[in-house]
T-cell receptor, first 115, second 110 residues
């Protein structure tokens, strides 16, 4: 089992360019999340999904879009990258419902630099 | 806005010593979780404590929760160099999403 994987691992973009980050999971988890981590800021939630075909905004959604067309994939898009989006992006998943399901499983991260 | 705030921001200890990290939060919660992040890696879940629990143990980890003070503490006993990492508390209010604190960076020297 690969668990939670993220593609790409590193990327450098110029201001105004677009890109899509892919999160894939083989854990059959219903919930998926996108976070960004900046120095001294901890993790902040961008968008999340509680199931295939559903998405919701988190704390810092501006400048990002997401899609969950398949249960195992959660895509994060930047339509017009800005230097303020330079960050490390983490995807996470978890099961739905039940007390044992609240634990989140994280991918290894994508380091994005926007120049 | 971030719910949890860890204290201290950084902690340096010697191997064999205990490490205590604190987390304060603002609103009522469903559960509180602690995660560890090794440098350059994703977060790993350590322990979850529910709002109706006061203390929980897992190996060398001990977590307490005081809902009246809206605070939690993570104690790592007999620290090892391999415990060097950042530790985050995360609160779950509605069972859907977590809100993370800014973390405590623990350095354990041998």
């Amino acid at each position: 089992n690969a668990g939670v994987t993220q593609t790409p691992k590193f990327r450098v973009l110029k201001t105004g360019q677009s890109m899509t980050l892919l999160c894939a999971q083989d854990m059959n988890h219903e919930y998926m999340y996108w976070y960004r981590q900046d120095p001294g800021m901890g993790l902040r939630l961008i968008h999340y999904s509680v199931g295939e075909g559903t998405t919701a905004k988190g704390e810092v959604p501006d400048g990002y879009n997401v899609s969950r067309l398949k249960k195992q994939n959660f895509l994060l898009g930047l339509e017009s990258a800005a230097p303020s989006q330079t960050s490390v992006y983490f995807c996470a998943t978890r099961l739905a419902g039940g007390l044992l399901s609240y634990e989140q499983y994280f991918g290894p991260g994508t380091r994005l630099t926007v120049t | 806005s971030q719910q949890g705030e860890e204290d201290p921001q950084a902690l340096s200890i010697q191997e064999g010593e205990n490490a205590t990290m604190n987390c304060s939060y603002k609103t009522s919660i469903n559960n509180l979780q602690w995660y560890r992040q090794n440098s350059g890696r994703g977060l790993v879940h350590l322990i979850l404590i529910r709002s109706n629990e006061r203390e929980k143990h897992s190996g060398r980890l001990r977590v307490t929760l005081d809902t009246s003070k809206k605070s939690s503490s993570l104690l790592i006993t007999a620290s090892r160099a391999a415990d060097t990492a950042s530790y985050f508390c995360a609160t779950d209010q509605a069972g859907t999403a977590l809100i993370f604190g800014k973390g405590t960076t623990l350095s354990v020297s041998s």
